[in-house]
Every structure is written in structure tokens, then in C-alpha cells.
T-cell receptor, first 115, second 113 residues
Framework: AQSVTQLGSHVSVSEGALVLLRCNYS??????LFWYVQYPNQGLQLLLK??????LVKGINGFEAEFKKSETSFHLTKPSAHMSDAAEYFC?????????????FGTGTQLKVEL | DGGITQSPKYLFRKEGQNVTLSCEQN?????MYWYRQDPGQGLRLIYY???????QKGDIAEGYSVSREKKESFPLTVTSAQKNPTAFYLC????????????FGPGTRLTVL
């Protein structure tokens, strides 16, 4: 079975400060890992994904994440927060298992960006 | 433009009524998924389908039903047996020969009055 834990349901940062959203996963096989962003009353948009290539993954809007197998982590970072980054962020883990390529999602982290 | 459409955006129903949520994709994806989203609980899988005329239960299938008569369409029916149907419902699709990436529709917010 696979699972995802997102530490911190709410994170608040100042505009221009570092953004760090934490994600730890559990998987019995090498995982695929994803970060999605959701703005209010909208669907999810893919930020970035790890699929066993480079461990440092760059995504859209200046976000990046590093896969650390030893720590079973896939934390999301952005060097300088912008007001437009305020949204909810979801980490997800998946693997091709013949079971429909399902994803397991974390409970989400709401990011607030303050002036 | 390729993508996933869900309709309606907002839906209201009375207790005891069945209601069907639409999901259509023109991405030529084999797999389609329905999720339910509640505050603080992330996304929970209701049903998924890998091929036309076949579908499997997810983690919270009770009180829901689906059909997959066409590759492009995967409607979800919320039945009167669903005890707490008020939620945000998201449809997604993806290719089975890819890396599990799923593409999401804009969602339908269902409110039971």
C-alpha cells in the first residue's frame, strides 16, 4: 500500500520569502511522485512530477522538488513567494501496478502569502 | 482545445434524489477517475475505469454509480443511498502507458438541500 503525509495543513509566508511545503511518502516499490496546485473552486493543475529520472525536478511557476529516497521525502520549494502562489497544494504518489494507475493524495497544504 | 469538461459547475439537489454529474474528455485517455474532495481530507477515489464498459470501485464507492459506454465519457450518479453527498467532485483522466499523471477537470460542487 502507498500513502502520503503532508506536514502542516496551513503554511504562511511573507511575499519574497522561501516557500517549503513538506511531503513524505510510503511505497513498497519505486514511486512516481507529483505535486498539484488547486485554486479556489477549480480543478487540480500539475506543478511537477518525479518519474525516476533526475532527483531534482523543476516545475512551473518557479517551483521545484527534490526526491530523497533515504528520507522518503519529496518536499516542494520556491525561492521567493509571490501573492499569486496562495493556493492549496497536494502531494500524490502513484505507481503502475496494473491497478488503473491510481494516485494516492495527501490531505493538502493551504499556502497563505502575506505582504 | 484538448481537455476535460465537467458539468454543471454547481448543482443543488433535494434529499432523496439521484443526480448525475457529467465528465467528458477529448485527450484520448484510456483511464478516467472520479474523486470526492472534502475540506481537510484531500481527494478520495470513488470509481475508476481503464477501458470502455469496465470500471472498478475506489475507496468510497458506496452510494455512487458510474458507467463507461464511450471512451470520452464517464458520468457519475450520486444516489439517494449516499449519506453525505455535499462535496466537491473532481473528474480526471490519464494514459495507462504513462507515469500515472492525471489531468483534472474543473469540478462540480454538489449541495444537498
Amino acid at each position: 500500500a502507498q500513502s502520503v503525509t503532508q506536514l502542516g495543513s496551513h503554511v504562511s509566508v511573507s511575499e519574497g520569502a522561501l516557500v517549503l511545503l513538506r511531503c513524505n511518502y510510503s511505497s513498497s516499490v519505486p514511486p512516481y511522485l507529483f505535486w498539484y496546485v488547486q485554486y479556489p473552486n477549480q480543478g487540480l493543475q500539475l506543478l511537477l512530477k518525479y518519474t525516476s529520472a533526475a532527483t531534482l525536478v523543476k516545475g512551473i511557476n518557479g517551483f521545484e522538488a527534490e526526491f530523497k529516497k533515504s528520507e522518503t521525502s519529496f518536499h516542494l520549494t520556491k525561492p521567493s513567494a509571490h501573492m499569486s502562489d496562495a493556493a492549496e497544494y497536494f502531494c500524490a504518489v502513484g505507481r503502475s501496478s496494473g491497478g488503473g494507475n491510481k494516485l494516492t493524495f495527501g490531505t493538502g497544504t493551504q499556502l497563505k502569502v502575506e505582504l | 482545445d484538448g481537455g476535460i469538461t465537467q458539468s454543471p459547475k454547481y448543482l443543488f439537489r433535494k434529499e432523496g434524489q439521484n443526480v448525475t454529474l457529467s465528465c467528458e474528455q477529448n485527450l484520448n485517455h484510456d483511464a478516467m477517475y472520479w474523486y470526492r474532495q472534502d475540506p481537510g481530507q484531500g481527494l478520495r477515489l470513488i470509481y475508476y475505469s481503464q477501458i470502455v464498459n469496465d470500471f472498478q470501485k475506489g475507496d468510497i464507492a458506496e452510494g455512487y454509480s458510474v458507467s463507461r459506454e464511450k471512451k470520452e465519457s464517464f458520468p457519475l450518479t450520486v444516489t439517494s443511498a449516499q449519506k453525505n453527498p455535499t462535496a466537491f467532485y473532481l473528474c480526471a483522466s490519464g494514459n495507462l502507458d504513462r507515469d500515472n499523471e492525471q489531468f483534472f477537470g474543473p469540478g462540480t460542487r454538489l449541495t444537498v438541500l
